[in-house]
């Protein structure tokens, strides 16, 4: 199962000292239940209602501190979290990982059923399987296996004919793809640590595009004065 990763700061971290308490405790249940479902952050409006009655009004004081935004997925309105692939598992790593599972487990049940001599007697008392499964992983550390997959952004990403295209085929080519992509570059750059590693960068920049087309007409709208009219 994924996790939700709250890092040990968080109690003092100036977002979430400014949403408070009650709000804290929306997202850190909202947190969970979207890694349970791997909605890579998004939260319904339903489900915020359901996990807590005042949902509306502790989503707008996590909005106002910059841990939510207004969000739209499908048919459904609601939150999202934010930079969600850079601190918790998104739904492609963890549909990876129970791939590479899955094929491990097969591996080892047809070494089992034709007699290979890589499964060797239980000389342990315990299963192979069982001796070979890792412990669960520390919520707030990365397990090894993943940290080896992954790597940290190269400096000289860029953006291909392939990216432009697929850009271009999901109604963004109007975007200044190099320009975010040098604001990509810089940002994943300066995270430090395990939270700077991706396993695939091309799908993190897809990501990132996405919500750059997103945030833009929010900060339209925020920013049109109250008293003009629709459309100006």
């Given at each position: 199962m994924p996790w939700f990763m709250v890092d040990d700061k968080l109690h003092s971290h100036k977002k979430a000292v400014r949403a408070g308490v009650q709000a804290m405790g929306l997202w850190v249940l909202a947190g969970?239940?979207?890694?349970?479902?791997?909605?890579?952050?998004?939260?319904?409006?339903?489900?915020?209602?359901?996990?807590?009655?005042?949902?509306?009004?502790?989503?707008?004081?996590?909005v106002t501190a910059g841990l939510?935004?207004?969000?739209?997925?499908?048919?459904?309105?609601?939150?999202?979290?934010?930079?969600w692939e850079g601190f918790q598992p998104t739904k492609e790593a963890v549909e990876e990982k129970r791939a590479a599972a899955r094929e491990r487990m097969a591996r080892v049940r047809g070494n089992k059923k034709d007699g290979s001599q890589e499964v060797r007697a239980n000389?342990?008392?315990?299963?192979?399987v069982v001796r070979l499964?890792?412990?669960?992983?520390?919520?707030?550390?990365?397990?090894?296996s993943a940290r080896?997959?992954?790597?940290?952004?190269p400096e000289d990403f860029k953006v291909d004919d392939d990216m432009r295209q697929w850009a271009k085929d999901n109604d963004l080519g109007h975007l200044d793809?190099?320009?975010?992509a040098a604001?990509?570059?810089?940002?994943?750059?300066?995270?430090?640590?395990?939270?700077?590693?991706k396993l695939n960068w091309t799908a993190t920049w897809r990501n990132w595009l996405?919500?750059?087309?997103?945030?833009?007409?929010?900060?339209?709208?925020?920013?049109?004065?109250?008293?003009?009219?629709?459309?100006?």
């Open positions: 969970s239940w979207s890694a349970d479902h791997l909605t890579d952050g998004f939260v319904p409006d339903f489900i915020a209602q359901r996990i807590d009655p005042d949902a509306d009004m502790h989503a707008a004081e996590l939510w935004s207004v969000a739209e997925k499908g048919d459904d309105n609601g939150w999202a979290f934010h930079e000389d342990e008392g315990t299963s192979r499964t890792p412990a669960l992983p520390s919520p707030s550390q990365p397990n090894e080896k997959r992954g790597s940290r952004i793809l190099d320009a975010i604001e990509f570059v810089d940002y994943w750059i300066s995270i430090p640590g395990t939270r700077g590693v996405r919500r750059k087309s997103t945030d833009a007409p929010r900060k339209a709208t925020a920013h049109r004065p109250a008293n003009l009219p629709e459309g100006w």
